[in-house]
Protein backbone atom coordinates (compact mmCIF):
# COMPACT_ATOMS: atom_id res chain seq x y z
CA UNK A 1 0.00 0.00 0.00
CA UNK A 2 1.22 3.63 -0.84
CA UNK A 3 1.20 6.62 1.24
CA UNK A 4 -1.70 8.13 -0.66
CA UNK A 5 -3.73 5.12 -0.26
CA UNK A 6 -3.20 5.17 3.38
CA UNK A 7 -3.90 8.80 4.03
CA UNK A 8 -7.27 8.16 1.25
CA UNK A 9 -8.36 5.30 4.11
CA UNK A 10 -7.71 7.48 6.90
CA UNK A 11 -9.84 10.37 5.43
CA UNK A 12 -13.01 7.80 4.30
CA UNK A 13 -12.84 6.61 8.10
CA UNK A 14 -13.06 9.95 9.93
CA UNK A 15 -15.37 10.59 7.16
CA UNK A 16 -17.44 7.42 8.02
CA UNK A 17 -16.91 8.12 11.86
CA UNK A 18 -18.52 11.88 11.65
CA UNK A 19 -21.70 10.89 9.78
CA UNK A 20 -22.02 7.71 12.09
CA UNK A 21 -22.21 10.13 14.78
CA UNK A 22 -24.39 12.40 12.93
CA UNK A 23 -27.19 10.03 12.11
CA UNK A 24 -26.75 8.94 15.74
CA UNK A 25 -28.03 12.55 16.46
CA UNK A 26 -30.47 12.71 14.40
CA UNK A 27 -31.85 9.71 15.94
CA UNK A 28 -31.57 11.12 18.81
CA UNK A 29 -33.20 14.42 17.87
CA UNK A 30 -36.25 12.68 16.73
CA UNK A 31 -36.86 10.85 19.78
CA UNK A 32 -36.98 14.11 21.43
CA UNK A 33 -39.11 15.11 19.33
CA UNK A 34 -41.57 12.01 19.81
CA UNK A 35 -41.36 12.44 23.26
CA UNK A 36 -42.37 16.02 23.24
CA UNK A 37 -45.25 14.64 21.16
CA UNK A 38 -46.25 12.09 23.69
CA UNK A 39 -45.55 14.38 26.63
CA UNK A 40 -47.89 16.98 24.85
CA UNK A 41 -50.46 14.94 23.98
CA UNK A 42 -50.75 11.69 25.93
CA UNK A 43 -49.05 11.59 29.29
CA UNK A 44 -48.77 15.42 30.81
CA UNK A 45 -45.26 15.14 32.52
CA UNK A 46 -43.13 17.83 33.26
CA UNK A 47 -40.35 14.89 33.35
CA UNK A 48 -40.91 13.64 30.24
CA UNK A 49 -41.01 17.10 28.38
CA UNK A 50 -37.34 17.27 30.40
CA UNK A 51 -36.16 14.00 29.15
CA UNK A 52 -37.82 15.50 25.60
CA UNK A 53 -35.54 18.62 25.57
CA UNK A 54 -32.46 17.12 26.95
CA UNK A 55 -32.61 14.73 24.08
CA UNK A 56 -33.38 17.65 20.90
CA UNK A 57 -30.67 19.84 23.15
CA UNK A 58 -27.81 17.72 23.19
CA UNK A 59 -28.60 15.64 19.29
CA UNK A 60 -27.93 19.83 18.53
CA UNK A 61 -24.60 19.80 20.67
CA UNK A 62 -23.20 17.03 18.86
CA UNK A 63 -23.94 18.22 15.38
CA UNK A 64 -21.85 21.07 16.58
CA UNK A 65 -19.10 18.85 17.45
CA UNK A 66 -19.08 16.74 14.48
CA UNK A 67 -18.85 19.71 12.60
CA UNK A 68 -15.80 20.54 14.77
CA UNK A 69 -14.07 17.29 14.64
CA UNK A 70 -14.81 17.78 10.46
CA UNK A 71 -12.26 20.78 10.91
CA UNK A 72 -9.86 19.80 14.08
CA UNK A 73 -6.58 17.74 13.95
CA UNK A 74 -8.11 15.72 16.99
CA UNK A 75 -11.14 14.32 15.50
CA UNK A 76 -11.40 11.52 17.17
CA UNK A 77 -11.36 12.84 20.58
CA UNK A 78 -14.01 15.62 19.79
CA UNK A 79 -15.77 12.19 18.05
CA UNK A 80 -15.28 10.57 21.61
CA UNK A 81 -16.76 13.03 23.47
CA UNK A 82 -20.26 13.67 20.98
CA UNK A 83 -20.29 9.76 21.56
CA UNK A 84 -20.43 9.87 25.21
CA UNK A 85 -22.43 12.71 25.12
CA UNK A 86 -24.86 10.88 22.96
CA UNK A 87 -24.68 7.73 25.38
CA UNK A 88 -25.32 10.10 28.42
CA UNK A 89 -28.14 11.92 26.69
CA UNK A 90 -29.90 8.45 26.17
CA UNK A 91 -29.64 6.75 29.33
CA UNK A 92 -31.20 10.19 31.10
CA UNK A 93 -33.91 11.02 28.83
CA UNK A 94 -34.62 7.13 28.44
CA UNK A 95 -34.69 6.65 31.89
CA UNK A 96 -36.88 9.39 32.80
CA UNK A 97 -39.14 8.11 29.62
CA UNK A 98 -39.00 4.64 31.31
CA UNK A 99 -39.96 5.24 34.50
CA UNK A 100 -42.93 7.93 33.30
CA UNK A 101 -44.26 5.31 31.09
CA UNK A 102 -43.43 2.03 32.88
CA UNK A 103 -43.20 2.88 35.98
CA UNK A 104 -39.25 0.83 36.24
CA UNK A 105 -35.85 2.40 35.80
CA UNK A 106 -33.25 0.85 33.24
CA UNK A 107 -30.82 0.31 36.74
CA UNK A 108 -30.67 2.14 39.60
CA UNK A 109 -29.53 5.62 39.38
CA UNK A 110 -29.82 5.69 35.75
CA UNK A 111 -30.48 9.04 35.29
CA UNK A 112 -28.15 10.67 37.53
CA UNK A 113 -25.55 8.93 36.05
CA UNK A 114 -26.63 9.89 32.90
CA UNK A 115 -27.18 13.15 33.66
CA UNK A 116 -23.64 13.40 35.37
CA UNK A 117 -22.31 12.35 32.80
CA UNK A 118 -23.75 14.72 30.35
CA UNK A 119 -22.17 17.52 32.95
CA UNK A 120 -18.86 15.75 32.61
CA UNK A 121 -19.27 15.40 28.47
CA UNK A 122 -19.27 19.34 28.13
CA UNK A 123 -17.02 20.09 30.80
CA UNK A 124 -14.99 17.77 28.21
CA UNK A 125 -16.04 19.82 25.49
CA UNK A 126 -14.84 23.54 27.57
CA UNK A 127 -11.28 21.72 28.08
CA UNK A 128 -10.66 20.66 24.61
CA UNK A 129 -11.66 23.64 23.35
CA UNK A 130 -9.06 25.51 25.65
CA UNK A 131 -6.33 23.17 24.62
CA UNK A 132 -7.07 23.54 20.69
CA UNK A 133 -6.92 27.09 21.40
CA UNK A 134 -3.97 27.46 22.78
CA UNK A 135 -1.81 24.70 20.19
CA UNK A 136 -3.70 26.85 17.53
CA UNK A 137 -2.01 30.27 19.10
CA UNK A 138 1.78 28.41 19.10
Known amino acids: MSVQTDVTDNA ?3 QSSIFAVVSLAGIAGAAGVGLA ?3 AH ?10 ATMLMI ?6 GLAAIAQRAASTGVWLSIA ?3 LIAVSLFSGDIALNTVA ?3 IFPMAAPIGG ?5 SWVAVAILAAVSSVKTRR
Open 83 to 85: ALM
Open 116 to 120: STLIV
Open 12 to 14: LAR
Open 103 to 105: GRH
Open 37 to 39: AVA
Open 42 to 51: RIESPALATA
Open 58 to 63: HAVGVL
